[in-house]
């Protein structure tokens, strides 16, 4: 059981958007910067926002974060098919002292 | 260009202590803000951090682990470890190092390859 909760999976069509949501509580993502990872099969997760909205050097601007109240959403436009991969939320919780993540999100483009 | 690179056993028995240890490639573990955590995944589900150390030594652990975790450095080796006790078959998992504080820290912008450990007699 993560201490943030995301949708199991998600798909679209390529060439569309898609959102992935992420729930937490006002002791993480109510509180705290959000990051978004993406990981492809078998490899490890990259960095594709951090600080909620910000993207590291290299990541294009097809990926977005946001943030409202405890929810925290990664944005992915113009959907290619070498976009589908798991993607996961993470953050600091401030009553855990601890890094957590959500659970991730299968994104499929259909 | 700083890499990271795990190393340690594939298999650890049961009730035995799990060690890996993580090399940084490319830069010194001692220079910047740094912070140098563990993150394991096992097969097929999501995401857990372990904990993670400072530069300057002092460190953060994932409650729910505490008890059984130890992460140290080795800035001679340019090194970082994990030690955990008293393991079971639900520590089985690929064990990630990572680094956080280039741009946030807790937003971790480096990762290694991550090494498979599994706990079985």
């Known amino acids: 059981q993560s201490v943030l909760t995301q949708p199991p999976s998600v798909s679209a069509a390529p060439g569309q958007k898609v959102t992935i949501s992420c729930s937490g509580s006002s002791s993480n993502i109510g509180t705290n910067y959000v990051s978004w990872y993406q990981q492809l099969p078998g490899t490890a997760p990259k960095l594709l926002i951090y600080?909620?909205?910000e993207r590291p050097s290299g990541i294009p601007d097809r990926f977005s974060g946001s943030k409202s109240g405890t929810s925290a959403t990664l944005g992915i436009a113009g959907l290619q098919t070498g976009d589908e991969a798991d993607y996961y939320c993470?953050?600091?919780?401030?009553?855990?002292?601890?890094?957590?993540f959500g659970g991730g999100t299968k994104l499929t483009v259909l | 260009q700083v890499q990271l690179q795990e190393s340690g056993p594939g298999l650890v028995k049961p009730s035995q202590t799990l060690s890996l240890t993580c090399t940084v490639s490319g830069g010194s573990i001692r220079s910047g803000n740094y912070y140098w955590s563990w993150i394991r995944q096992p097969a097929g589900k999501g995401l857990e951090w372990i904990g993670r150390?400072?530069?300057?030594?002092?460190?953060n652990y994932n409650p729910s682990l505490k008890s059984r975790v130890t992460i140290s450095v080795d800035t001679s080796k340019n090194q970082f470890s994990l030690k955990l006790s008293s393991v079971t078959a639900a520590d089985t998992a690929v064990y990630y190092c990572?680094?956080?504080?280039?741009?946030?820290?807790?937003?971790?912008?480096?990762w290694g390859q991550g090494t498979m450990v599994t706990v079985s007699s």
């Open positions: 990572a680094r956080g504080g280039y741009y946030d820290p807790n937003a971790f912008d480096i």
């Open positions: 993470g953050t600091w919780d401030s009553s855990l002292s601890g890094v957590v």
């Open positions: 150390i400072f530069t300057s030594g002092s460190t």
């Open positions: 600080d909620t909205n």
